[in-house]
């Protein structure tokens, strides 16, 4: 477990040292642990050694873990079928990949049941690719109308992407630049429920690019933990 420790302090040196280098606070990009496929044993050791957040992708993986894991704050990163919203509206603190106006019309319904607010991002495929969930970058701003305009109890929050794989990670800096484009944009509109905060671009093989490119949450498996076993 101790090499979990070693992961998350070398990933925290790097990530400060260019938010720094790149005219911003350290401690300003928000380091979420992405924990799907791993024990609540290796996540705990996480936590330990700083992690404050973590991400999954499955909602079962989320209600099969979360009594184990000690207190943390819970990211839904991955799509999210509408008919599983109600066994996680409660217990996370963020969706990431809100992709559609009927997802967005149950996480309304569910959170105006719990009597809260949920707050959310915009997933973007920014490269569209077919294999990827996400609203194409031109309808973002229609998409964001929508959602104010019909959810009561949604907060959006910013915008997430998650960019093709390619070798050369620089290869996705052009998708990276796009979407904080458009993070800039909408930030700007005035309204009680929209409060941008997260911009959620980077992982373990992508994560200096997109820092680099203004993201303030990076969404980090491989690098932590190792590699995944897909059982
Ligand atoms: C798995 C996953 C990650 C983390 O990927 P790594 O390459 O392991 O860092 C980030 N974001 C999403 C949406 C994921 O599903």
């Known amino acids: 477990m101790d090499i979990i420790r070693q992961n998350i302090e070398h990933i925290n040196r790097k990530k400060d040292e260019i938010t ?11 380091l979420v642990a992405v924990t799907k496929t791993r024990t609540a044993e290796e996540i705990n050791a996480a936590i330990d050694a700083g992690i404050t957040d973590i991400g ?19 990211h839904m990163i991955g799509h999210l079928q509408t008919n599983k919203v109600k066994y996680i ?21 569910r959170a105006a049941q719990f009597g809260i607010f949920m707050d959310i991002l915009i997933q973007v495929n920014a490269a569209k690719e077919d294999s990827k969930f996400g609203i194409n970058s031109e309808e973002t701003g ?14 959006i929050r910013g915008l997430m992407c998650i960019a093709p794989f390619k070798d050369d990670p620089e290869d996705v800096r052009v998708y990276f ?8 944009r909408y ?3 005035n309204h009680p429920r929209l409060d941008f905060k997260y911009l959620s671009m980077g992982m373990s093989h992508d994560s ?12 980090i498996g491989t690098a932590i933990f190792g590699e995944r076993n897909y059982k």
């Not at 200096?208 to 303030?216: K, L, Q, T």
């Open 20 to 30: 720094i280098r790149t005219g911003r606070e350290p401690g300003e990009v928000l």
């Open 208 to 219: 200096e690019i997109a820092i680099m490119e203004g993201s303030n949450l990076i969404r």
């Open 187 to 189: 930030s700007g509109i």
């Open 56 to 74: 999954e992708n499955k909602v079962q993986e989320i209600i099969s873990k979360y009594e184990k894991v000690k207190p943390v704050r819970w």
């Open 177 to 184: 630049r796009e979407v904080k484009e458009l993070y800039v």
């Open 142 to 155: 229609d998409f964001i109308k929508d959602i104010l305009e019909n959810c009561k109890n949604i907060r």
């Open 89 to 109: 509206i409660d217990k996370v603190y963020l969706i990431h990949s809100v992709d559609s106006m009927k997802l967005a019309l149950e996480i309304d319904k």
